[in-house]
T-cell receptor, first 116, second 111 residues
């Protein structure tokens, strides 16, 4: 079974530029998550999708971050414009079920973003 | 605010000995707890979980203990193996199902 795919793996941009990350979850997984992991901290949930609807985006900085999940499969996370404090690893995860927290979340390898 | 805390950033243990990783939480609404393991350049992978109705859960060499009154959980790895060298994250959720993660503990298993 293929895992969660993310691209690019690394991205370096200057502040005020835009960047987009792509995630392809495990086939058949209904729920998709985007996390931000700043160096020295644990992952922090940015947004959670269930199929193609948003379940939770309370921690997404909506003035600069946006995310979508088209047709309930792939997802993109965009930052526009980027700030220095956005430097982090952006992790995508997916889980099979809907509203079942015993469902394992499977994580992709992440995209490491450096904002200069 | 940090609702899940892993106060030891690193742990070094000799191969074959026990590794004990600790985690404290502050939110009394948390009732489901997990441990994830992360190798460099990879995403975290699920290791073991425990519900608040239990105080112990075992899976092979890994055992998680939960002390609800102390708001504390620990992960025991016995015996430790070189492949266990990784970063371990403690995570917790309440009924909103949102995972809150600790900052992680880097385990190094020495030969």
């Amino acid at each position: 079974e293929a895992g969660v795919a993310q691209s690019p793996r690394y991205k370096i941009i200057e502040k005020r530029q835009s960047v987009a990350f792509w995630c392809n979850p495990i086939s058949g997984h209904a729920t998709l998550y985007w996390y931000q992991q700043i160096l020295g901290q644990g992952p922090k949930l940015l947004i959670q999708f269930q199929n193609n609807g948003v379940v939770d985006d309370s921690q997404l900085p909506k003035d600069r971050f946006s995310a979508e999940r088209l047709k309930g499969v792939d997802s993109t996370l965009k930052i526009q414009p980027a700030k220095l404090e956005d430097s982090a690893v952006y992790l995508c995860a997916s889980s099979l079920g809907v509203y079942d927290r015993t469902d394992t979340q499977y994580f992709g390898p992440g995209t490491r973003l450096t904002v200069l | 605010d940090q609702q899940v805390k892993q106060n030891s950033p690193s742990l070094s243990v000799q191969e074959g000995r026990i590794s004990i990783l600790n985690c404290d939480y502050t939110n009394s609404m948390f009732d489901y707890f997990l441990w994830y393991k992360k190798y460099p350049a990879e995403g975290p992978t699920f290791l073991i979980s425990i519900s608040s109705i239990k105080d112990k859960n075992e899976d092979g060499r890994f055992t998680v203990f939960l002390n609800k009154s102390a708001k504390h959980l620990s992960l025991h790895i016995v015996p430790s193996q070189p492949g266990d060298s990784a970063v371990y994250f403690c995570a917790a959720s309440a009924r909103d199902y949102k995972l809150s993660f600790g900052a992680g503990t880097t385990v190094t298993v020495r030969a």
